[in-house]
Nanobody, 122 residues
C-alpha cells in the first residue's frame, strides 16, 4: 500500500520557521520526483516546490524562492520542505506528492499525502 505521510505543520508567528517532512512507504522512493503543493481555504491547490529523483535538481515557485527549500533523503524515503521567514499568506494545508516528471502541475503527480496544516499568525 503506497502511503505519503506529512508531518511538521503547526502554528507559527510571522517571520518564524517550520520544517515539513513527508515519509513515503510502499513505493520505490528514489524512482519518483517529489513535490510540495499547498491549498488555502477557498483556493485551488498550487505548486510550491519539486525535487528530482536524486535531489540534484530543484524548482521553487516564485512566491517562496529565497524562503523555502525542498530536499530529499532517499535513504530515509523522506522529502522535506524547510520554510523560513513565514508570512501570513503562507497559511494553507501543505501536501506532498509523488510523480514521474519534473513539473509544476498537480496533474503530473499521482500519489498524494493527506496534508498538514500550516498557520502563520501576525
Amino acid at each position: 500500500q503506497v502511503q505519503l505521510v506529512e508531518s511538521g505543520g503547526g502554528l507559527v508567528q510571522a517571520g518564524g520557521s517550520l520544517r515539513l517532512s513527508c515519509a513515503a512507504s510502499g513505493l520505490t522512493f528514489s524512482a519518483y520526483v517529489m513535490g510540495w503543493f499547498r491549498q488555502a481555504p477557498g483556493k485551488e491547490r498550487v505548486f510550491v516546490a519539486v525535487v528530482s529523483r536524486r535531489g540534484e535538481n530543484t524548482y521553487h515557485a516564485d512566491f517562496v524562492k529565497g524562503r523555502f527549500t525542498i530536499s530529499r533523503d532517499n535513504a530515509k524515503n523522506t522529502v522535506y520542505l524547510q520554510m523560513n521567514n513565514l508570512k501570513p499568506e503562507d497559511t494553507a494545508v501543505y501536501y506532498c506528492a509523488a510523480g514521474i516528471s519534473l513539473q509544476t502541475s498537480t496533474e503530473g503527480f499521482h500519489t498524494w499525502g493527506q496534508g498538514t496544516q500550516v498557520t502563520v499568525s501576525t
